[in-house]
């Protein structure tokens, strides 16, 4: 493993241990928590990681509740095929270009069904329209979203793109 600074993306570690792998590594340093196919439990403690082949755990959730994601690291889920739901919750470095790379992954476009972001200052209407390219999406809930202007809007572009859409707003 390559010794770079923590905010430098490892491509070698992608390519070598596998986009789940590699992002579950990630996403536990930065505080958050990974749910694998097949499992209820949370994957929480980065020193506790499964081992075993690399193709045998796959991400089917992510729980970034007050965790240090941030834009530079979402080559990392870029790969990722199974990632069925994502909670982003008081994540303080999420901005709508981290959205905007949600919307554009065509992996997660295929496999995301809920999302969750709440308490994320840095998002406004323009991450959150972006959010209408992931086409499975079945549930979104937006709360405490003061970038987030709006909502009329929001519900109207989502209405349009995803008429069976659970849109839950708690929004000011």
Not at 71 to 78: A, K, L, Q, R, T
Not at 101 to 120: A, D, H, V
Request: charged residues 30%; contains cysteine.
């Amino acid at each position: 493993m390559s010794l770079l600074p923590p905010w430098t993306v490892d491509y070698e570690r992608i390519r070598n241990a596998g986009p789940d792998r590699a992002a579950s590594e990630w996403l536990l340093r930065c505080g958050a928590r990974v749910r694998y196919h097949g499992q209820e439990k949370w994957q929480k403690d980065y020193n506790h990681l499964p081992t075993g082949p690399l193709d045998k755990y796959k991400i089917q959730a992510i729980d970034a509740t007050d965790s240090c994601i941030m834009n530079i690291g979402f080559d990392y889920i870029e790969g990722l095929k199974h990632v069925e739901n994502i909670r982003l919750r008081k994540c303080h470095y999420i901005e709508d270009d981290c959205l905007e790379r949600i919307g554009q992954f065509e992996n997660l476009q295929k496999s995301l069904l809920e999302m969750e972001i709440i308490s994320c200052g840095g998002i406004t209407d323009k991450g959150i329209t972006a959010l209408r390219h992931l086409r499975n999406l079945k549930y979104l809930l937006l709360r405490d979203l003061p970038g987030v202007k709006n909502k009329e809007n929001l519900v109207q572009a989502f209405k349009t793109t995803h008429p069976s859409l659970e849109l839950k707003l708690y929004l000011k």
